[in-house]
T-cell receptor
């Protein structure tokens, strides 16, 4: 079945550094990818919608300059957390959508810890 | 705005017990409703869905019925197995049939013991 690979699965970084998270659709072309953030015991919150070849659409309250999203190809989207701070520590999850009526496929998530 | 409320966990059951995980929603219009499951160490997977009122979604012995009058989509299974241990997320989308922009509940952890 369709698989979405998210890498890394966990990362620890120092405050002030930047971290890049990759999301790849392995056996289908993803015209749209979504990035979510999940705090402990809370819902997955949609951060942004990424369409291949165009700028991402960010949800209200999400800083576009802090969470840089690039969707350069139909199989890859990246989320870069710039100048990370401890409050950015969270679980980040991507999902990918192929054809219009196909189900949404999720990556396994990335646990980011900023020290 | 749209919201999904589901019962807090963890829910601990013995194998073969009956499962209900409550889910209610708030949304304008006619959203599609979904249950996703996340097994340990894996990504979320679509478990079942319903796109209109009175629809029943079913998969792997799980069922949920879209109740517009009570704005609910409770998940049920008649006899749970240890392999059902996972986190279950209720979600809604306003894009009929697709799951492009989902609003999730907080997730309910199910632990099934022998």
């Amino acid at each position: 079945g369709a698989v979405v690979s998210q890498h890394p699965s966990w990362v620890i970084c120092k405050s002030g550094t930047s971290v890049k998270i990759e999301c790849r659709s392995l056996d289908f072309q993803a015209t749209t990818m979504f990035w979510y953030r999940q705090f402990p015991k809370q819902s997955l919150m949609l951060m942004a919608t990424s369409n291949e070849g165009s700028k991402a659409t960010y949800e209200q309250g999400v800083e576009k300059d802090k969470f840089l999203i690039n969707h350069a190809s139909l199989t890859l989207s990246t989320l870069t957390v710039t100048s990370a701070h401890p409050e950015d520590s969270s679980f980040y999850i991507c999902s990918a959508l192929g054809q219009a009526a196909s189900p949404l496929h999720f990556g396994n998530g990335t646990r980011l810890t900023v020290t | 705005g749209d919201s999904v409320t589901q019962m807090e966990g963890p829910v601990t059951l013995s194998e073969e017990a009956f499962l209900t995980i409550n889910c209610t929603y708030t949304a304008t219009g006619y959203p599609s409703l979904f249950w996703y499951v996340q097994y340990p160490g894996e990504g979320l997977q679509l478990l079942l869905k319903a796109t209109k009122a009175d629809d029943k979604g079913s998969n792997k012995g799980f069922e949920a019925t879209y109740r517009k009058e009570t704005t609910s989509f409770h998940l049920e299974k008649g006899s749970v197995q240890v392999s059902d241990s996972a986190v279950y997320f209720c979600a809604l989308s306003r894009n009929t049939g697709t799951a492009s922009k989902l609003t999730f509940g907080t997730g309910t952890r199910l632990q099934v013991t022998l």
